[in-house]
């Protein structure tokens, strides 16, 4: 079974500033994906960033960054240049084979002016 | 990308009624899921919606209480039965396109219970 895990409940970062997300992730399935999502308070499920398993390179959206760790098996999400926009609920999540997405809990991030 | 639609976006029901959740996709997916998210919360699987055949529950869901319809590749449904103020929840649609990564979700339906 896969699990993710987000050990940083909230998150402060100054605007303009780098801000990293920590996730790790367990599977024993050599095949993967990894998703980072986020989630304002409307509540909607906006995809960010995906990193395949197999993928060389670190993934890039813009400003977000997936560093790609596999050895440690974790999948850190960098936003760089931090938006007061940004504040938001993000939640790391991975699947395999045809199983469906599972997510972490999720961390809280709040962007101060 | 995909372009999802849920309807409604936000309701209030009294305790013991039932409320329909649909869910509209703009191009043809293979799988549908329905993911729960209590306050305060992350997301919870309830079910995999398949064209063609009943859909598979996750466990502590079952079908008596969240039917599932799938009637073609871009329309399903979320009912909520006998409703208690523990459904209060965010209820969301998500599709994959098959490759696996792409995966997208629904805006949501807000459902507070009284």
């Known amino acids: 079974a896969q699990k993710i895990t987000q050990t940083q409940p909230g998150m402060f970062v100054q605007e303009k500033e780098a801000v990293t997300l920590d996730c790790t992730y367990d599977t024993s399935d050599p095949s993967y994906g990894l998703f980072w999502y986020k989630q304002p308070s409307s509540g909607e499920m906006i995809f960010l960033i995906y990193q395949g398993s197999y993928d060389q390179q670190n993934a890039t959206e813009g400003r977000y960054s997936l560093n790609f760790q596999k050895a440690r098996k974790s999948a850190n999400l960098v936003i760089s240049a931090s938006q007061l926009g940004d504040s938001a609920m993000y939640f790391c999540a991975t699947y395999s084979g045809n199983t469906p997405l599972v997510f972490g809990k999720g961390t809280r991030l709040s962007v101060i002016a | 990308s995909a372009v999802i639609s849920q309807k409604p976006s936000r309701d209030i029901c009294q305790r013991g009624t039932s409320l329909t959740i649909q869910c509209q996709v703009d191009s043809q997916v293979t799988m549908m899921f329905w993911y729960r998210q209590q306050p305060g919360q992350s997301l919870t699987l309830i079910a995999t919606?398949?064209?063609?055949?009943?859909?598979?529950?996750e466990s502590g869901f079952v079908i008596d209480k969240f039917p599932i319809s799938r009637p073609n590749l871009t329309f399903s449904t979320l009912t909520v039965s006998n409703m208690s103020p523990e459904d209060s929840s965010i209820y969301l649609c998500?599709?994959?396109?098959?490759?696996?990564?792409?995966?997208?979700f629904g805006p949501g339906t807000r459902l507070t219970v009284t």
């Open positions: 919606a398949n064209q063609g055949s009943e859909a598979t529950y």
């Open positions: 998500s599709v994959d396109r098959g490759s696996g990564d792409e995966q997208y």
